[in-house]
């Protein structure tokens, strides 16, 4: 039904694939990176799922066949909420990050039962927004101005990338009619998996998560996010 839409989608599985399988090979341990891998595994599974029931074939299918790819999404959006919650704990106190990890599942559970009777993906894009603009950006700008760690830079950079997916998305601006206003958010999309991928590759558990003598200033933070000097 939407061959282009289905193919940007597989573009998103297929990075999503790699980051998984580059990230497996070097098999780091602890909490942090089992999330890391999972998030790109189950965001990869969703991908497929919407790919292909909710795009391709969604002629033959209801509606509800969207759901799976709509709440395995929100579950990988929850596993990249951990890593950060997770890496945030060097910095916060001990009841905020359980706190943190509480309302995490809190808000998932929330947003699924709300998805699943509504059958509207508003709430998926909602979910993500809240994930990923309230709980990662904040949590890794907060860190990289007490430590300056690259994986933060790295990860604080692909959100907004991705935010501008929504952008698109919500004002429908495509570049054609075989490109539409999907096909760009998707392909948006994928290249910020493939950030948080090389932002990923830079927390090795080896290398101390040290934080520095003097935390950054707002301004030289918004400099570096920027590239400037």
Same mark, same amino acid.
């Given at each position: 039904?939407?061959?282009?839409?289905?193919?940007?989608?597989?573009?998103?599985? +297929?990075?999503?694939?790699?980051?998984?399988? *580059?990230?497996?090979?070097?098999?780091?341990?602890?909490? &942090?990176?089992?999330?890391?891998?999972?998030?790109? $595994?189950?965001?990869?599974?969703?991908? =497929?799922?919407?790919?292909?029931?909710?795009?391709? !074939? *969604?002629?033959?299918?209801?509606? *509800?066949?969207?759901? #799976?790819?709509?709440?395995?999404?929100?579950?990988?959006?929850?596993?990249?909420?951990?890593?950060?919650?997770?890496?945030?704990? %060097? $910095?916060?106190?001990?009841?905020?990050?359980?706190?943190?990890?509480?309302?995490?599942?809190?808000?998932?559970?929330?947003?699924? /039962?709300?998805?699943?009777?509504?059958? @509207?993906?508003? !709430? /998926?894009?909602?979910?993500?927004?809240?994930?990923?603009?309230?709980?990662?950006?904040? $949590?890794? &700008?907060?860190?990289?101005?007490?430590?300056?760690? #690259?994986?933060?830079?790295?990860?604080?950079?692909? /959100?907004?990338?991705?935010?501008?997916?929504?952008? !698109?998305?919500?004002?429908?601006?495509?570049?054609?009619?075989?490109?539409?206003?999907? @096909?760009?958010?998707?392909?948006?999309?994928?290249?910020?998996?493939?950030?948080?991928?090389?932002? +990923?590759? !830079?927390? @090795?558990?080896?290398?101390?998560?040290? #934080? $520095?003598?003097?935390?950054?200033?707002?301004?030289?933070? %918004?400099?570096?996010? =920027?590239?400037?000097?």
């Amino acid at each position: 039904m939407e061959p282009m839409v289905t193919f940007t989608d597989l573009w998103i599985t +297929a990075v999503c694939l790699y980051a998984f399988y *580059q990230l497996r090979k070097r098999n780091h341990e602890g909490p &942090i990176h089992r999330y890391l891998r999972a998030y790109f $595994l189950i965001m990869a599974l969703a991908t =497929f799922l919407g790919g292909i029931l909710g795009h391709a !074939f *969604q002629y033959a299918l209801s509606l *509800q066949w969207k759901l #799976p790819g709509w709440l395995i999404s929100m579950i990988a959006v929850v596993a990249i909420e951990r890593v950060s919650i997770f890496q945030a704990q %060097l $910095l916060v106190s001990k009841r905020a990050g359980k706190a943190l990890e509480a309302f995490n599942l809190l808000e998932l559970i929330t947003f699924l /039962v709300i998805t699943f009777y509504t059958l @509207d993906f508003f !709430f /998926v894009k909602i979910h993500s927004a809240y994930g990923l603009g309230l709980v990662v950006l904040p $949590l890794h &700008i907060l860190m990289y101005k007490h430590a300056a760690h #690259p994986m933060n830079l790295y990860f604080i950079r692909s /959100v907004l990338f991705a935010s501008l997916s929504a952008v !698109f998305y919500t004002l429908e601006i495509g570049l054609h009619l075989w490109f539409n206003h999907l @096909d760009v958010a998707h392909t948006i999309m994928a290249i910020s998996m493939y950030g948080f991928y090389r932002g +990923a590759l !830079f927390l @090795d558990p080896k290398t101390a998560y040290k #934080p $520095l003598v003097q935390p950054l200033t707002n301004l030289r933070i %918004l400099k570096a996010i =920027f590239g400037l000097k």
